[in-house]
């Protein structure tokens, strides 16, 4: 089983900054791909960022997070960070954690971790 636990979600002014974290756990099991979906109040969820555990560590935004949020790794620990600045109100939403398993491709998230912008 693989376990997958956001933390450092909270409740911020516009264009002020959040970092967010995540672990995977479990037993035996290596990762393919982490990263980060939201879901506003009204919305569907909608994709974040991604980063690969591959060499390349390949990176993937969405366009309204570009150049504001940067995802990073600490690949030892399958652990992934969501560096947010310049935070707008439309960020606001529950943050979810996803990790994709190498060689089966299941893909386990978390419970999500809340993050308020105010204007």
């Known amino acids: 089983q693989v376990n997958v636990v956001e933390s450092g979600g909270g409740s911020v002014q516009a264009g002020e900054s959040l970092r967010l974290s995540c672990a995977a756990s479990g037993r035996s099991f290596a990762t393919y791909v982490m990263g980060w979906f939201r879901q506003s109040p009204g919305k569907e969820r909608e994709f974040v960022a991604s980063?690969?555990?591959?060499?390349?560590?390949?990176?993937n935004y969405a366009d309204s997070v570009k150049d504001r949020f940067t995802i990073s790794r600490h690949s030892r620990l399958s652990t992934v960070y969501l560096q947010m600045n310049t935070l707008k109100p439309e960020d606001t939403a529950v943050y979810y954690c996803?990790?994709?398993?190498?060689?089966?491709?299941?893909?386990?998230g978390g419970q999500g971790t809340q993050d308020n912008v105010s204007s």
């Open positions: 980063i690969s555990w591959s060499g390349d560590s390949g990176l």
């Open positions: 996803y990790v994709t398993i190498q060689g089966n491709g299941r893909r386990v």
